[in-house]
């Protein structure tokens, strides 16, 4: 991608996050105050200190006024971006590239999105007018299709797919049972999951993320300045943004097994960070579960299995909390829940928990010497995508 990177020249200094529950007593405008002021405290710094700020969000608000009115800002330069699922995570990106450029010297990204109580079941996404193409199938049933192609390329039976996508809901969810800002916090067997009824293809009720409100922030300064704001802050390695050409949705070739951007997204990225071995470099992942199926495959394109293979890892604990490589050791979509402007930097909050030594004593990674967290953000369907990818690590160098 020709990408010169970024890597240890911006430093996450504080974050905030609320948890992503049905928030019926609070609005966009509480969410968004609840986790600025998480952040600021962390960072110990004032809003008037940040020079700029970036707003994530799909369908919650319209401008830098969406978050200029609540926080009562004064002379500020707010901007509103939006990128699918991966809202959070642009949000995010932006604002580590304008500390990056010299153009500020600290800025904020914030993520939010509040959906619950607007009477539908998600995101009522305005129709965009078109040529008559476009698939209209429910995101269920596009994601639906990757487990039988999955299954036929790797000769993985129906029953042996179901046991792999109820083991990563189960281990998903037993890591959100242990997080007090998840929506979903019990333990769920994965003989129960597997008797769920069935919403789209194999996937069942328990095969699909949450839709919850949530609000996430994060505070980035250059490098140099982190010890400024705090004496554990998280550098940034990479952070590496894929738009799909919508290829996938035409080729007759494509088959589900794969999301092509995001094995680019993995590649840039992993050069920006020197990084040549995921699986013995990376100490923890999050990554963007929006049905378990995606979940399987993001295995191989991250290059934490070799193609084909997943599945067997999934079944061996490779990705478990105790792990060879924890994935989603806050619960991810499908526990955390899923307010879709939010969940990028939700992501990163878990590794700035994890990788400060912050994260509950019942579900912290390992502590193997690695130093380094992905999270990995996805928007769109097979076929047709945004990927993000940011590497983080707790040392320079």
């Given at each position: 991608?020709?990408s010169?990177?970024?890597?240890?020249r911006v430093?996450?200094?504080?974050m905030?996050?609320t948890?992503?529950?049905?928030?019926?007593?609070?609005?966009t405008?509480?969410?968004?105050?609840d986790?600025?002021?998480?952040?600021?405290?962390?960072?110990?710094?004032?809003k008037?200190?940040?020079?700029?700020?970036?707003?994530?969000t799909?369908q919650s608000?319209m401008s830098?006024?969406?978050?200029?009115k609540?926080l009562?800002?004064?002379?500020k330069p707010?901007t509103?971006?939006?990128?699918m699922?991966?809202?959070g995570?642009?949000?995010?990106?932006?604002?580590?590239?304008?500390?990056?450029s010299?153009?500020?010297d600290?800025?904020?990204?914030?993520g939010?999105?509040?959906?619950?109580?607007?009477g539908?079941?998600?995101?009522n996404?305005?129709?965009?007018?078109?040529?008559?193409?476009?698939?209209?199938?429910?995101a269920?049933?596009?994601?639906?299709?990757?487990?039988?192609?999955?299954g036929?390329?790797?000769?993985v039976?129906?029953?042996?797919?179901?046991?792999?996508?109820?083991?990563?809901?189960s281990?998903?969810?037993?890591n959100g049972?242990?997080?007090?800002?998840?929506?979903?916090r019990?333990?769920?067997?994965?003989?129960?999951?597997?008797?769920m009824?069935?919403?789209?293809?194999?996937?069942?009720?328990?095969?699909?993320?949450?839709?919850?409100?949530g609000?996430?922030?994060?505070?980035?300064?250059r490098?140099?300045?982190?010890?400024?704001?705090?004496?554990?802050?998280?550098?940034?390695?990479?952070?590496?943004?894929?738009?799909?050409?919508?290829?996938g949705?035409?080729?007759?070739?494509?088959?589900?097994?794969?999301?092509?951007?995001?094995?680019?997204?993995?590649?840039?990225?992993?050069?920006?960070a020197?990084?040549?071995d995921?699986?013995?470099?990376?100490a923890?992942?999050?990554?963007?579960?929006?049905?378990?199926?995606?979940?399987l495959?993001?295995m191989?394109?991250l290059?934490?299995?070799?193609?084909?293979?997943?599945?067997?890892?999934?079944?061996?604990?490779?990705?478990?909390?105790d792990?060879?490589?924890?994935?989603?050791?806050?619960?991810?979509?499908k526990?955390?829940g899923?307010?879709?402007?939010?969940?990028?930097?939700?992501?990163?909050f878990?590794?700035w928990?994890?990788?400060?030594?912050?994260?509950?004593?019942d579900?912290r990674?390992?502590?193997?010497?690695r130093k380094l967290a992905?999270t990995?953000?996805?928007?769109?369907?097979p076929?047709?995508?945004?990927?993000?990818?940011?590497?983080?690590g707790?040392e320079?160098?």
């Open positions: 991608m020709g010169h990177g970024i890597k240890d430093a996450i200094v504080g905030g996050c948890s992503f529950v049905e928030h019926w007593d609070k609005g405008d509480d969410l968004l105050i986790a600025t002021s998480e952040a600021f405290a962390s960072a110990g710094v004032t008037d200190q940040v020079d700029a700020y970036w707003l994530g799909a608000g830098g006024m969406t978050l200029a609540p009562q800002l004064q002379g707010v509103r971006v939006e990128n699922c991966a809202t995570s642009e949000a995010l990106r932006q604002a580590a590239y304008a500390v990056a010299g153009a500020y600290i800025a904020m990204a914030v939010v999105e509040k959906v619950k109580d607007g539908f079941q998600g995101l996404a305005f129709p965009i007018p078109g040529d008559g193409t476009a698939r209209t199938l429910t269920a049933a596009m994601f639906s299709m990757v487990a039988p192609a999955y036929h390329k790797y000769g039976s129906e029953s042996e797919m179901r046991d792999v996508l109820s083991h990563i809901a281990k998903n969810h037993f049972a242990r997080n007090p800002r998840a929506q979903f019990k333990e769920i067997a994965a003989e129960k999951i597997s008797a009824p069935k919403l789209a293809g194999q996937l069942g009720v328990f095969d699909c993320a949450g839709v919850a409100d609000a996430a922030a994060a505070i980035v300064c490098a140099e300045d982190a010890h400024l704001y705090t004496d554990k802050p998280l550098y940034i390695k990479a952070l590496s943004m894929v738009a799909g050409n919508g290829s949705v035409i080729d007759p070739e494509y088959d589900y097994t794969t999301f092509w951007e995001i094995a680019a997204c993995a590649e840039d990225a992993y050069q920006q020197g990084v040549t995921p699986r013995e470099q990376i923890m992942a999050e990554v963007h579960d929006c049905f378990t199926p995606t979940e495959v993001l191989e394109d290059q934490f299995a070799d193609r084909g293979t997943a599945w067997k890892e999934v079944m061996a604990g490779a990705f478990d909390l792990g060879r490589l924890p994935v989603n050791p806050d619960g991810g979509l526990s955390f899923h307010p879709v402007g939010a969940s990028g930097l939700r992501m990163m878990e590794a928990l994890q990788m400060r030594g912050e994260a509950p004593d579900r990674i390992p502590a193997d010497g992905l990995h953000n996805l928007g769109g369907y076929g047709e995508m945004v990927s993000f990818i940011s590497i983080l707790n320079l160098g």
